[in-house]
């Protein structure tokens, strides 16, 4: 049961990401408070955030209801936030921590199939952490967009893997390292000792090895 559920999540993300045009940088840096009754653009914004970390089984229909707000309610009591089941400033904050959005979860998916594609999934999940980990971090660009294309970052927006369509994997993959999943140990590093030749990579503390990767700090 578990598994059919969690593949039509995988399903629904891909079938929203092929039919809306993704634009980079279209996040919101502020949005308005949502309680029962609000209907609106950030409603879906938020649904879709709480889908994805698995607090909200709910229609992503855009209207804020008792569903929005427990999902809401448990997502503010895991994360030390007031429990009002009111998505203000101090929610939104977290969720756009915590979570990605529609249009950054393709990306993460898009980074994760062109780096990793044809490694363990566990490996592909290890990739998507490693993104992650990288926001969290105070040594890299708090958003998914600027450590993505950050310059020289990954090989796949180098030699334009990146663009390639993800498969369903990469998208399941995406989602479970934004549920919390890091296979990687913490990690803000990979790379294929095969090919590198960085000795200052090499210095870094290695974490695991996952496939054709090492992960390090």
Known sequence: MF??????????????????SMNPHQTADASVTLKIGSSNGDVWDAQYRLKALGYYDGPLDGVYGSLSASATRAFQRDYGLKVDGIIGEATWKALRKYSLNIYEMDVLAKIIYGEARGEPYIGQVAVGAV???????????????????????FTAITD?????????????????????????GNALYY???????????????????????????
Request: charged fraction near 15%.
């Open 160 to 184: 334009g893997q990146y663009w390639l369509k993800p498969d369903a994997t990469a998208y399941r993959a995406a989602l479970d390292a934004v549920r919390g999943w890091d296979p990687s």
């Open 3 to 20: 598994r059919r559920i969690a593949m039509t999540a995988i399903l629904m993300v891909i079938a929203i990401c092929s039919s809306i």
């Open 131 to 153: 993104v992650l980990n990288r926001i969290q971090s105070p040594l890299f660009p708090d958003t998914i967009y600027d450590v993505v294309f950050q310059n020289n970052a």
């Open 191 to 217: 790379f294929n000792p095969k090919t590198a030749t960085s000795k200052w990579i090499w210095s870094r503390q290695q974490t695991t090895r996952i496939g054709n990767h090492i992960f390090a700090k």
